[in-house]
C-alpha cells in the first residue's frame, strides 16, 4: 500500500529488489511524454500517474500493446519507480519467468518464492505477456497468478506484443478475462526508438 504524502528518492538497493533491468533504471517522466501512439495514450498514462495512489489502492491495472521499441517497457518502469518511490512494493518480471519461477521453485529472498512476492506485492509488472512457453500448464499459470491478484485488488502492468486484434486468438478466454478485469488497454504505435539510441550510440564511437 502507497503511503499517503510519502515520496523518496529511489536507492540502488530499490531497484534491484524490484528487479528493474539496469537499462530503464532512468527512465522517468520525460519518458511518458515522448510515448509513441496518439494522444490519448499519453493522457490516460499521465492520469494514472496524478491518481496513483487510487489507481493502486483500487488495483487497477495498465496493458500497453504495441511492437518492439515503442516505450511499453519504458512506461511500465516509470509506473513502477513512482509507486516505489511512494512507499509501495514493486516486482518487475517477465511472464516466461514467473512460469519458470514456479517449475524451479525460484527464491525470491528468504522468506518468499517468486509465486508469492508476484502474488503479493502492490505493483506487479508483467512483461512480454505472450512470450511465455505455449501449452495450458504455462497459460494457467499466468491466470492464477491474474485471479489472485484482482480478487486481492493488487495493480498489475503488463505489456505485450500480441496486436490488439490478435489477442482472442493468442490468450486463452479465461486468461483474457481476468486481464481485461483488472487492466485499461494501451495501444502504442510508432518507429522503434531503440534504433535511434543506437544510432546516436554508432555516432558517438565513430566520432571518437
Not at 51 to 60: A, H, I, R, W
Not at 101 to 119: H, N, T, Y
Not at 159 to 167: G, M, Q, S, W
Request: proline content about 2%; overall charge neutral.
Amino acid at each position: 500500500m502507497l503511503l499517503p504524502g510519502f515520496r523518496r528518492q529511489l536507492t540502488e538497493s530499490d531497484l534491484y529488489r524490484m528487479r528493474l533491468p539496469r537499462r530503464f533504471w532512468e527512465a522517468g517522466f520525460q519518458s511518458i511524454q515522448a510515448l509513441a501512439g496518439n494522444e490519448s495514450a499519453r493522457v490516460l498514462v499521465s492520469r494514472y500517474l496524478a491518481n496513483l495512489d487510487t489507481m493502486v489502492s483500487k488495483g487497477n491495472g495498465i496493458m500497453f500493446l504495441g511492437s518492439d521499441g515503442v516505450g511499453k517497457t519504458c512506461a511500465a518502469a516509470v509506473l513502477a519507480k513512482e509507486t516505489r518511490r511512494r512507499g509501495g512494493t514493486v516486482l518487475f518480471v517477465s511472464a516466461r519467468d514467473i512460469t519458470d519461477g514456479v517449475i524451479q521453485k525460484a527464491q525470491f529472498d528468504d522468506d518468499q518464492d517468486l509465486w508469492q512476492r508476484a502474488c503479493g506485492v502492490d505493483m506487479l509488472v508483467l512483461d512480454e505477456l505472450g512470450r511465455e512457453h505455449s501449452g495450458e500448464w504455462h497459460s494457467r499459470q499466468i491466470e492464477a497468478l491474474m485471479r489472485s491478484r484482482a480478487a486481492e485488488q493488487r495493480s498489475t502492468i503488463a505489456t505485450t506484443n500480441v496486436r490488439p486484434e490478435k489477442l482472442e486468438s493468442v490468450f486463452p478466454s479465461a486468461m483474457l478475462s481476468s486481464i481485461k478485469e483488472c487492466m485499461v488497454f494501451v495501444v502504442l504505435s510508432g518507429d522503434d526508438m531503440r534504433l535511434g539510441s543506437s544510432e546516436a550510440l554508432i555516432a558517438s564511437v565513430t566520432k571518437g
